[in-house]
Every structure is written in structure tokens, then in C-alpha cells.
């Protein structure tokens, strides 16, 4: 009989949304009566730019024709869309061609990144957190079990509530790899420019490394907020950037993504060697990945065109303006909630300290609004929750004002 990976068991409970989602059928199917309006998940509702649609009709015209047709493409990304990457978001930071990986989304990237590292390497995430930082780490064997207070041994937690304004401080005993994600999931919440630095400063004397998710670069709107840690000095020595096109152009659907990992970032071997990392996640990519399919990457490329980079906008300003709405509705519903400025999540703290799982089965069963409890990002998640200004402005307008009139408290 075949062994089994155990640190899978490990794992708490059922991935976080599946159990979101079993529940939320659960009530529906009780309730076929009931209008349940959905502001859990972070998935879209706008449909793709035009721009987007138009680049890949051509695209698949060109797969009829044998002059035109495309097979295996170049695992890391065709030219012409890594090449509209670095120009319209990394010129000025001498990102080159080969420091940028074309992948199918920026959850697979998180998830896999970890690969090329020891799992001798400790780690530090935010609490709460994006639950794929953590989990993958858990699967590889790079922490111990899951303790009594929600937290598994061998981990680096960096609390972030409202009583530190969601800013992480820097963990008391040194760490190997620093998980970052700026504007934050869930909280909606992000780090300046000279609070960024000193993550950076951190990680260049401790020789750590910052993995800094920043699929939600594109709804910043404050000056202060760094749209990619290269802005900050020192950063290509000491970390990898993953981005994604899924919440800016859409692309929940048709997967696209990437990471930037300049050659100067350097791990070392057992016996202190320094090494690139770069020709460690090259060796990586092209074994596990055979590319993002042609019509999707000419899709994603079409949004660095003047006509798409304003499509885009006016879809994130779509969203921001829902995210204004919840925020702003939460508020005069006497609820304390951050986020919804940098990001279009919104994140309030549950009325009267209730736990969150109860808050979603309240909000659901009173008012049939789905939302994401933050317990399932981390124990500092707990007694907050998570909506989300992915919806139609139509059905984030009727569940806002569901909040205020009917949810009692």
C-alpha cells in the first residue's frame, strides 16, 4: 500500500470557502424561497474589458489557420506580453525579460513558490491571512502541528488588528521567509511606503526573503501606498512579487498571472553557498508548467494598450464605488469596518464581539447575505468578517440596505 503525505492531516478542516459554500448551499436548499445575495468570495462580475475579447476572437482565428497556429508556447511567457509587463509597471526598476513568469494565477504562484526552498526555512505570515500562504507550507512539512489556540507550531505569526492598525511589527526571533500582501486579503488594508521599508530593511540584514502578493495593486488610490515593493530601495535583493490579472482585468475565468524574481535574490545551500533563485524557479516552472495558453496571454496583454488600461479603470472604479457603498452603509448601520479605499474588500468587526462563523450564519439565515468569516484567515480573524465589492452594483446596493433595515443586533 502507498504512504501517504501526512502532513496533509495536519490541515484544519475543509478549505476555507468550500466550507463557506457547503453552508451556504445547506441554507438554500432549505430555503429555495430565499433572494441570497453573495458578498463571500472574491470573484468578479464585470465581464472581460472589450479589449480583452477583441484580442482573443483574433487570437483564436489565428489557431484555424496552419501560417498562424500556435503549440507548446515558451513555459515562462511569449515575449509580447512580458514585455508589455515590464514596460507599462517595471521599466524604471530594470526588471528584465527573464525575471518575469507568465503562470495561470497568483494563487497557484503562492502556493508554489514555496517549492524551491528548504524546509528547514521558517516562516512568518500576518494574522489573518489569505489561507494559501499558509496551507501549502503546512502540505510541504515546514510547520508542526496545529496547536489548542488555532496557531500551528514552528510558524511566525504577525498579528494585524485594529489596535495595531493592521500594520504587522517585526517578529521578535529571526525568519527565512517573510509572506506580505499589500493591499492586504482580507482586511483591505495596506502598508505605506516607509512602513514597506522596514520589512525590506528587515529582510536585507536578516538575509530573509519577502513573498509580496500584490494582486491587488491596480485599486490602490493613496500616494503613500507602494504599487510594488521594488519602489522600495533594496527590494530586488531580498524579494519575489506575484500579480495577478484575475481581480484587475477579470480573469477569474481564463486564469493569468505572474511573478517577478530578479536574479539578485539569493538563497544558499547546506554548506552556505549563495544561489540565485531565479534559475531555481526557471527549473521549476518548465518542469510542472507548460505555459498560459497563447489566446489567454494575448487577452492579458491587451490591457497594457491605452484603450485597455482605461476599460480596466473604469471596472476597478465599478468596484471601489461598491466598496464605498458597503463601507459607508456599515457605518451608518453602526458597524466598525476598515478597508474599501486601497481595496475592495471591507472588513468590520462583528457587532457585539460575536464570533464570526455566528455572525455568518446570522447574516445568511436574517438577511440571506454570504460573507467570508475571519476566523477562517487566522485566529487574529476572529470577532471580524469579510465582504467583498465584487458584486453587481444592483445587488450590492439591495444588501447593503438589507443590513441597515433588517439585521438586528
Given at each position: 500500500m502507498a504512504g501517504i503525505n501526512e502532513n496533509y492531516l495536519k490541515l484544519a478542516g475543509s478549505y476555507l470557502f468550500r466550507e463557506t459554500a457547503h453552508r451556504t448551499a445547506a441554507y438554500k436548499e432549505a430555503h429555495p424561497e430565499a433572494d441570497v445575495i453573495s458578498l463571500g468570495i472574491g470573484d468578479v462580475t464585470q465581464p472581460l474589458p472589450p479589449v480583452c475579447i477583441e484580442a482573443m476572437h483574433k487570437a483564436v482565428d489565428e489557431m484555424a489557420q496552419a501560417d498562424t497556429f500556435r503549440g507548446y508556447g515558451p513555459e515562462q511567457g511569449y515575449d509580447f506580453l512580458i514585455n508589455a509587463i515590464i514596460e507599462s509597471n517595471y521599466k524604471e526598476y530594470g526588471i528584465q525579460p527573464d525575471e518575469v513568469f507568465v503562470s495561470d494565477g497568483a494563487k497557484s504562484d503562492c502556493g508554489n513558490i514555496q517549492e524551491i526552498f528548504s524546509t528547514d526555512n521558517t516562516i512568518a505570515i500576518t494574522d489573518p491571512v489569505y489561507p494559501v500562504y499558509l496551507d501549502t507550507n503546512v502540505m510541504a512539512g515546514r510547520t508542526g502541528l496545529l496547536q489548542s489556540d488555532g496557531r500551528y507550531a514552528g510558524v511566525t505569526y504577525l498579528p494585524c488588528t485594529a489596535e495595531n492598525g493592521f500594520v504587522p511589527a517585526l517578529p521578535e526571533k529571526r525568519v527565512d521567509l517573510i509572506?506580505?500582501?499589500?493591499?492586504?486579503?482580507?482586511?483591505?488594508?495596506?502598508?505605506?511606503?516607509?512602513?514597506?521599508?522596514?520589512?525590506?530593511?528587515?529582510?536585507?540584514?536578516?538575509?530573509?526573503?519577502?513573498?509580496?502578493?500584490?494582486?491587488?495593486?491596480?485599486?490602490?488610490?493613496?500616494?503613500?501606498?507602494?504599487?510594488?515593493?521594488?519602489?522600495?530601495?533594496?527590494?530586488?535583493?531580498?524579494?519575489?512579487?506575484?500579480?495577478s490579472f484575475s481581480k484587475t482585468a477579470g480573469f477569474t475565468g481564463t486564469r493569468c498571472g505572474y511573478i517577478v524574481l530578479p536574479k539578485t535574490v539569493m538563497g544558499k545551500t547546506v554548506s552556505g553557498e549563495k544561489k540565485a533563485l531565479n534559475p531555481l524557479w526557471n527549473r521549476r516552472h518548465t518542469t510542472k508548467f507548460n505555459g498560459t495558453a497563447y489566446i489567454i496571454q494575448r487577452g492579458a496583454a491587451a490591457i497594457f494598450t491605452p484603450e485597455g488600461q482605461k476599460q480596466v479603470k473604469a471596472t476597478i472604479d465599478y468596484y471601489m464605488e461598491n466598496a464605498r457603498l458597503i463601507r459607508e452603509g456599515l457605518t451608518a448601520a453602526g458597524i466598525t469596518c476598515f478597508g474599501g479605499i486601497n481595496a475592495p474588500y471591507i472588513w468590520l468587526k462583528t457587532p457585539d464581539n460575536m464570533p464570526s462563523w455566528d455572525f455568518f450564519d446570522k447574516l445568511l439565515k436574517e438577511v440571506n447575505i454570504v460573507g467570508t468569516p475571519g476566523a477562517g484567515f487566522g485566529p487574529c480573524g476572529e470577532g471580524y468578517f469579510r465582504l467583498t465589492a465584487f458584486g453587481s452594483r444592483e445587488k450590492t446596493i439591495e444588501a447593503v440596505g438589507r443590513i441597515k433595515d433588517q439585521l438586528k443586533f
Open positions: 509572506y506580505l500582501c499589500c493591499p492586504n486579503n482580507p482586511t483591505g488594508t495596506t502598508l505605506t511606503r516607509e512602513q514597506l521599508k522596514v520589512w525590506v530593511d528587515y529582510a536585507r540584514e536578516n538575509d530573509s526573503i519577502i513573498l509580496f502578493d500584490a494582486a491587488y495593486n491596480a485599486y490602490i488610490s493613496e500616494a503613500d501606498v507602494p504599487h510594488t515593493i521594488f519602489e522600495i530601495e533594496g527590494a530586488k535583493e531580498v524579494a519575489i512579487e506575484f500579480r
